[in-house]
């Protein structure tokens, strides 16, 4: 059974760094894109960053561009997301999930398939 369990939320003041992970299990990550998403209270949930199988090509919501990065360790079954210079309006909870290698562009909600049950980020002071 195709499974993604997130770790590594928690409660950070503004201007710290938090790392997630998103450890796969039954399926190898690095054959499927993977993307990070969030959702805070009373919003849709966003698509963050997201790593394509074929070549490693990351990608980057402009809200998180320059702040966050994204990363596999194959070795580990794990895909990261280091987050730095965290700002309030990151607060939400963070979701990996996994999409088809076959699609070689477009990283949203609606095309992933399996999802990690998420992990909440609260970034205040």
């Known amino acids: 059974q195709l499974q993604l369990v997130e770790s590594g939320g928690g409660l950070v003041q503004p201007g710290g760094s938090l790392r997630l992970s998103c450890v796969a299990s039954?399926?190898?990550?690095?054959?499927?894109?993977i993307g990070w998403f969030r959702q805070a209270p009373g919003k849709e949930r966003e698509g963050v960053s997201c790593?394509?199988?074929?070549?490693?090509?990351?990608d980057y919501a402009v809200a998180v561009k320059g702040r966050f990065t994204i990363s596999r360790d194959n070795a580990k079954n794990t895909v990261y997301l280091q987050m730095r210079n965290l700002k309030p309006e990151d607060t939400a909870v963070y979701y990996c999930a996994e999409q088809s290698a076959l699609i070689k562009s477009g990283c949203t909600p609606g095309t992933m398939r399996t999802w990690g049950k998420g992990t909440l980020v609260t970034v205040s002071s």
């Open positions: 790593i394509w199988s074929s070549d490693g090509t990351t």
């Open positions: 039954g399926f190898r990550l690095e054959y499927y894109n």
